[in-house]
């Protein structure tokens, strides 16, 4: 980085964006410590009335194993919510320890308004029979595996200032988990490993998105060389007073966009795999959601109507399935689809909607049957997705309707997530930031370019960064917010002409590559050990 106090003296002389922060810092830490006090008070709250209705809580493991996913939230705030801030403090938009809160709020509103579907899109990625066991001891050393093995990378990759990628890590432990489930299974037995299909998705997305960040925040960065051709833009600061409002104003606007983007695309990988844990230590509370609309039994059953006649409409003549969950098990673990699969799929759905409609309501199913009811509802949301998804049967467009009205109710039931999850994870995220935010914001902001990051350079950076997440999270693919925008960042340094640190550069690349071929040997190696314990 370039000498900012070279020319200058005295009054004139131009702090370190991360020195002399104002008053902010007397009561950043008061303030901070006011909302985890009150987050964690509501979080025990709300877990303790949901245990209520569980028949046996393993307290130590439930504890153990929450801490640990938390914790793996906790360290994806050193990485992903210090890039949001990273522009907006070294273009001296917000002092720091502000920047650093008012990013953790909107992460927060991010969690709390998340869909869902980034966080049960990842666990789509694990072999469904470990979902379906998730309490088993396979699950268990499942959800250890990953979340150590994510953790053990992500905190050494921070260590060492990189802007390693915490959504590449975990996608990277769950395939290595994946692996070793498969690597483990009896010689000949039906079981199943990834779902390379769904990773393929998902590693597109990631790999594609640094390449976007990089390319589209240079673009923009030359379009505003165009129309905006005040120089001072594209220049480093010379003065500790903030940039002309409008370009502050934007500034602070995409940070704040991109930590709303942010939490909820980030934040969602760490409720699903909480709620695997839920599931498998405490189903008789979580396996299926007890709270869902006062009327959805009622619309469930006529759905499961509606989807049993148009199966029908399917069915070959003189097919018959003698045992109907086998054959669609057999269906979801090779992604295919047979003659033998649609009778089964419409006798399996007949059969589990009829033990359903028995209760008045979700939370009127007895405790002894909830662990059932929750894994055949389930195993009929994945074979549905073979249809709607996967196009497998084609239907008329009435009968697709019918499918996919009936998916929607059957992941109503299974794929929820509690308002004090979202909670616990926006604080573990909110609580990261705050303590390891400097070494990434840094990294971003003096280790990327070799000169001062700019005005012009911050906002085409967050501006693209900002679209992209929100873009992903709309269609349920997870992005690393650290690749997008530290990518955006080594972009507008390229198109400005201030050159790059290749030394940083070439780390960086290195985080990226490795990144995913050590996740996956680590949660393998765990996952491995783990099995012997659980």
């Known amino acids: 980085m370039v000498d900012l106090s070279s020319g200058?003296?005295?009054r004139d002389h131009v702090r370190h964006p991360l020195e002399g922060t104002g008053g902010s810092a007397k009561w950043f830490i008061p303030a901070f410590v006011v909302i985890i006090l009150g987050g964690l008070g509501y979080v025990g709250y709300a877990l303790g009335q949901d245990l209520t209705s569980a028949v046996a809580v393993p307290w130590i493991l439930l504890g153990l194993a929450l801490l640990i996913a938390l914790g793996f939230e906790f360290v994806n705030g050193f990485h992903d919510t210090a890039n949001a801030v990273a522009t907006v403090i070294y273009t001296r938009s917000m002092p720091a320890e502000f920047a650093v809160i008012w990013s953790g709020f909107f992460n927060f509103l991010g969690v709390l308004t998340s869909s869902g579907a980034v966080a049960?899109?990842?666990?789509a990625l694990l072999p469904v029979e470990l979902i379906l066991q998730v309490g088993s001891g396979s699950g268990l050393a499942m959800v250890f595996a990953l979340l150590t093995a994510a953790i053990l990378w992500n905190l050494g990759t921070w260590y060492l200032g990189l802007p390693s990628s915490s959504s590449h890590t975990l996608i990277g432990s769950i395939i290595g988990v994946g692996l070793a489930n498969q690597f483990l299974a009896p010689a000949g037995t039906a079981t199943s490993g990834v779902d390379w299909s769904q990773a393929s998705n998902i590693g597109l997305s990631l790999l594609l998105s640094p390449l976007i960040g990089f390319g589209c925040a240079a673009l923009l960065l030359l379009a505003m060389k165009l129309l905006v051709r005040n120089q001072a833009l594209y220049q480093e600061p010379?003065?500790?007073?903030?940039?002309?409002?409008?370009?502050?104003?934007?500034?602070?606007?995409?940070?704040?966009?991109?930590?709303?983007?942010?939490?909820?695309?980030?934040?969602?990988?760490?409720?699903?795999?909480i709620m695997l844990i839920l599931i498998g230590l405490v189903p008789t509370a979580f396996a299926l959601n007890r709270t869902p609309d006062v009327n959805y039994l009622e619309a469930y059953k006529s759905a499961s109507a509606q989807v049993e006649t148009a199966l029908g409409k399917y069915v070959k003549?003189?097919?018959?399935?003698?045992?109907?969950?086998?054959?669609?098990?057999?269906?979801?673990?090779?992604?295919?689809?047979?003659?033998?699969?649609?009778?089964?799929?419409?006798?399996?759905?007949?059969?589990?909607?009829?033990?359903?409609a028995a209760f008045p309501?979700?939370?009127?199913?007895?405790?002894?049957?909830?662990?059932?009811?929750?894994?055949?509802?389930?195993?009929i949301g994945e074979a549905l997705k073979l249809i709607d998804k996967k196009k497998l049967l084609p239907m008329e467009e009435a009968d697709f309707a019918a499918v996919t009205s009936y998916h929607t109710a059957?992941?109503?039931?299974?794929?929820?997530?509690?308002?004090?999850?979202?909670?616990?994870?926006?604080?573990?995220?909110?609580?990261?930031?705050?303590?390891?935010?400097?070494?990434?914001?840094?990294t971003v902001g003096e280790k990327i370019g070799k000169t001062h990051l700019?005005?012009?350079?911050?906002?085409?950076?967050?501006v693209v960064a900002m679209v992209t997440i929100g873009a992903a999270d709309h269609f349920g693919l997870p992005?690393?917010?650290?690749?997008?925008?530290?990518?955006?960042?080594?972009?507008?340094?390229?198109?400005?002409?201030?050159?790059?640190?290749?030394?940083?550069?070439?780390?960086?690349?290195?985080?990226?590559?490795?990144?995913?071929?050590?996740?996956?040997?680590?949660?393998?190696v765990l996952y491995v050990i783990l099995r012997q314990v659980f």
């Open 238 to 273: 010379k003065t500790n007073a903030p940039p002309p409002l409008w370009i502050r104003a934007l500034l602070i606007f995409t940070c704040t966009g991109v930590s709303f983007a942010h939490g909820s695309n980030d934040g969602q990988k760490g409720m699903g795999l």
């Open 317 to 356: 003549p003189g097919v018959t399935v003698t045992d109907p969950k086998a054959a669609v098990e057999e269906a979801v673990r090779t992604k295919s689809w047979t003659d033998q699969t649609t009778p089964a799929l419409q006798q399996y759905i007949h059969k589990t909607s009829a033990e359903v």
């Open 8 to 10: 200058q003296a005295g």
């Open 120 to 123: 049960f899109g990842i666990l």
């Open 410 to 442: 059957v992941d109503n039931a299974t794929k929820f997530i509690p308002i004090w999850v979202k909670v616990a994870v926006a604080l573990a995220l909110g609580l990261g930031t705050m303590i390891g935010w400097k070494r990434i914001v840094v």
């Open 361 to 379: 309501t979700l939370e009127a199913v007895p405790n002894e049957l909830v662990g059932n009811v929750r894994n055949d509802i389930y195993l």
């Open 454 to 462: 700019t005005y012009g350079q911050g906002a085409a950076a967050e």
């Open 479 to 524: 992005v690393s917010t650290t690749h997008v925008l530290s990518s955006g960042v080594a972009g507008t340094m390229a198109a400005n002409g201030s050159g790059l640190q290749w030394a940083t550069v070439r780390n960086m690349l290195m985080a990226w590559v490795l990144t995913l071929p050590a996740s996956i040997g680590i949660a393998f």
